[in-house]
């Protein structure tokens, strides 16, 4: 792991016209690290997410991308580092799965250029790599969520940034998708790709994390190994509920204290 971070966040603030959401935030992301960033619904996580992509302006603070203000790149120099990877949606023209990947390299291409066969040629390499080349040819708008996500990856691929930014990324996709995109991130991981991203999920980021940061109210409340970050104390500051956190082949599970109570 290298000791210079990728991205370095300083004493972050960001307040919205009538709402403060984050509080002196620090935090930073190195190469190869799978980071979680836990926490309900309004702690700050996607503005967290926002300001990192440049989309958003700070109040006060730092945010550093390879020690360099986020402000001083441009648009496409921050997709040339760091790929986002938003919930799988719908478009509104229904792209066949290579366009829509191709599309990651549009940062590349001139106003005006199209697509070379170099793009192309990328594009396909992206969806062998993440094992859904046979769907190439299929129009986007039919394909399920958690095939939606994965040629979503695919076109962050193409970008060719090594960083991935991932805003809720199993949200809406069934169990087994679930699972075979967070095995997907485990495994470009382990090739020194580095993902942030937000999750409901303490399961999940005991899964594949190197590193949770929990958040509550706009502050990070613990940042370390999921061990010592999800715990049955955490768990209850975050949302409120008794949990357990439990092994099972090696494998930690959470699992909540669950009321069956007729109200």
């Known amino acids: 792991m290298e000791l210079t971070p990728i991205i370095e966040v300083k004493n972050l603030h960001f307040s919205y ?3 403060t959401v ?3 935030l620090d ?3 190195y190469k190869g690290e799978v980071v979680s960033l836990l926490g309900e619904n309004g702690c700050g996580k ?5 300001l990192i992509l440049g989309l958003l302006k700070r109040k006060s603070g730092e945010i550093l991308l390879h020690n360099n203000d986020i402000h001083s790149y441009k648009q496409n120099e921050i997709a040339s580092q760091i790929a986002y990877i938003p919930q799988y949606h719908n478009v509104p023209f229904n792209y ?3 366009d829509m990947v191709v599309m990651g390299r549009v940062f590349k291409l001139g106003l005006f250029a199209s697509p070379s066969k170099h793009d192309f040629d990328v594009a396909t390499q992206a969806l062998e790599k993440i094992g859904i080349a046979h769907l190439k040819n299929k129009p986007f708008g039919q394909l399920s969520g958690g095939q939606k996500q994965m040629v979503l990856l695919a076109r962050a691929l193409t970008q060719e940034a090594k960083t991935f930014v991932m805003d809720e990324p199993v949200s809406g996709l069934d169990y087994g998708n679930q699972i075979r995109l967070l095995e997907m991130i485990h495994s470009l991981s382990k090739e020194g790709y ?9 399961d999940h980021a005991m899964m594949v994390s190197s590193r949770v940061v929990s958040m509550k109210d706009g502050t990070i ?5 999921p061990n010592e970050v ?3 104390d955490m768990i209850t500051q975050l949302y409120g509920i008794e949990a357990d956190i439990v092994h099972h082949q090696e494998n930690p599970l959470c699992v909540p204290s669950f009321s069956r109570k007729v109200i």
């Open 17 to 19: 016209p009538k709402h």
């Open 22 to 24: 984050l509080k002196g």
């Open 27 to 29: 935090f930073a992301l």
């Open 46 to 50: 996607s503005t967290l997410i926002r």
């Open 96 to 98: 066949s799965v290579l």
């Open 194 to 202: 580095t993902f942030l991203k937000t999750t409901h999920y303490p």
């Open 221 to 225: 409340i613990a940042n370390g190994t």
């Open 230 to 232: 999800i715990t049955s």
